[in-house]
């Protein structure tokens, strides 16, 4: 009952501040062409209301050094990444950092290790994005839980000294803005118990003194949300839809999501066949949280305190129609959003390198095409060191650097995407994403599952093949698959595809 009343709330009262200030957007058909439908109904479900807001489908061009397709890594391996990170320039990536590490004892921080992580990234043209938390010391008094890794990091907690924090908030905003930086996240994925103790008022009080900080110290700064985790959004979705009454969609939501999740933590993520079954999920207490730390972050984004949404996701690349779908209902038309946190979750995943690599660009490509303007991949290169034991999250490169071929086709995305205007394919059985670099364009596509493979009629300099190969000329039909391939040719994306059976 909780869960409902926090999320009933905000709905009644979120929606009716942020609907004035809403655009009505078309995405909601688009997100139905990456599903493979071509045609669909319409959400007329009274509560939750139709979408009026979405994420924009089309984005202004990228400045022409600059792209969408970013990455996190360990800066402890900065060597063994570099050659890799240098065909990255351009696109953005972020740091996390707590007052507790940075000022360890009160009245003496230590900047050193973030001055060199910001000077680094400046070299490498790629914009640096600060998380700032505040873990667990004397600024917030308390005994951690939950200590992880060799770093012995800790929970956040409210600080003891509000006016402190906001001086500290203050400090790395300046200092850092010289380098570049200008996108502020509050924590990070506060609905997870190991990284929030606190309750969601008390994350809507801290990020409120965090936003007054940032924009004091730099009034063109951006305050971006936590980052609530891939499986809290998934809840997210399929509350939605329960609340809605679309028991079968919320279970078809679920099982797309949470299909490589289903039964990794017991009844947290269960088989679900029926709504008796999802809706026992929903009540579990950890999702309870996790609606509710949803239900925060987009009351922040509502009043207009968070002006970025900074999305996580995991999953099997046919649960993105339905993040989506609830990001087009949820999130106001004025507010961007960036995924700092894309990957493969896979716990012993079989998937050949071919394959896995294919999953990476599907992942991606649908992301940017559903308006989301900033993919990070998160590991760029897995540490074979990882408390699981294994490669739970899939790397582009190996732990030494070494590409593997999610890296060579993740850089050919960056490549078709510098400086470039994207647009969703708007085409009947196709998938993807299209970027227009003045006169010629290149498109990502792929057949959705419930197609045949289609044929695409040879164009004047018209060259196709696997994202991150070299493009050879398409001297007849191009065949395309449900294997993502490249179009790249002089005209629109719309000319390019003029003859498609």
């Not at 797309?256 to 999740?261: I, T």
């Not at 933590?265 to 949803?294: C, H, M, S, W, Y």
């Not at 510098?418 to 993807?432: E, F, H």
């Amino acid at each position: 009952m909780a869960r409902r009343d926090a999320a009933g709330r905000r709905n009644a009262v979120g929606r009716r501040n942020a609907v004035g200030r809403r655009a009505v957007a078309a995405a909601l058909g688009v997100l139905l062409l990456l599903a493979g439908c071509t045609s669909g109904d319409s959400d007329v479900s009274p509560t939750p209301p139709p979408p009026t807001g979405a994420p924009l489908p089309d984005l202004p061009p990228y400045p022409a050094d600059t792209h969408p397709f970013g990455a996190h890594w360990d800066w402890n391996r900065y060597d063994e990444f570099l050659p890799y990170l240098r065909k990255l320039s351009g696109s953005a990536t972020y740091h996390e950092i707590s007052w507790c590490s940075i000022e360890p004892v009160a009245g003496r921080p230590d900047w050193t290790a973030l001055d060199r992580i910001a000077q680094r990234s400046q070299d490498l043209g790629i914009a640096l994005n600060i998380k700032i938390r505040t873990e667990m010391c004397w600024a917030t008094g308390g005994t951690p839980e939950f200590p992880r890794g060799e770093a012995n990091k800790t929970e956040s907690t409210m600080p003891l000294d509000m006016a402190a924090y906001q001086r500290f908030v203050g400090e790395v905003v300046r200092r850092y803005a010289p380098y570049g930086v200008r996108q502020y996240a509050i924590e990070n994925e506060v609905n997870a118990q190991q990284y929030w103790r606190g309750t969601p008022e008390e994350y809507v009080t801290l990020v409120t003194a965090a936003a007054e900080a940032v924009h004091a110290a730099d009034p063109d700064a951006v305050v971006v949300d936590s980052g609530i985790s891939s499986v809290a959004y998934g809840f997210g979705v399929v509350d939605r839809l329960v609340r809605a009454g679309r028991d079968d969609e919320a279970i078809a939501a679920y099982n797309a999501y949470f299909q490589r999740r289903i039964g990794t933590r017991g009844r947290k993520i269960p088989q679900v066949e029926t709504i008796e079954t999802l809706r026992t999920a929903l009540d579990n207490e950890t999702n309870v949280r996790n609606v509710a730390f949803l239900a925060a972050t987009e009351q922040l984004i509502d009043d207009g305190v968070v002006q970025l949404r900074q999305v996580h996701y995991y999953e099997h690349f046919e649960g993105v129609p339905a993040l989506l779908d609830y990001l087009a209902a949820e999130n106001p038309a004025d507010v961007p959003i960036e995924a700092w946190e894309v990957g493969q979750f896979w716990r012993d995943g079989d998937g050949d390198d071919i394959s896995r690599a294919e999953e990476v660009v599907k992942v991606s490509t649908m992301l940017l095409a559903g308006g989301i303007r900033q993919v990070m991949w998160l590991p760029l290169g897995y540490n074979p060191n990882n408390r699981a034991g294994s490669e739970v999250r899939y790397g582009l490169l190996e732990p030494d650097g070494t590409e593997r071929e999610a890296g060579r086709m993740f850089e050919g995305l960056a490549i078709a995407a510098r400086g470039a205007t994207v647009t969703p394919v708007r085409r009947d059985g196709l998938i993807g994403v299209a970027f227009q670099q003045g006169a010629e364009s290149t498109l990502v596509v792929w057949s959705s599952e419930f197609n045949d493979e289609l044929r695409v009629a040879p164009v004047p300099s018209l060259r196709t093949g696997a994202a991150g190969a070299t493009l050879t000329p398409a001297g007849a039909e191009v065949t395309i698959s449900d294997r993502p391939i490249l179009l790249r040719a002089t005209g629109t994306p719309e000319s390019i595809l003029a003859d498609v059976d």
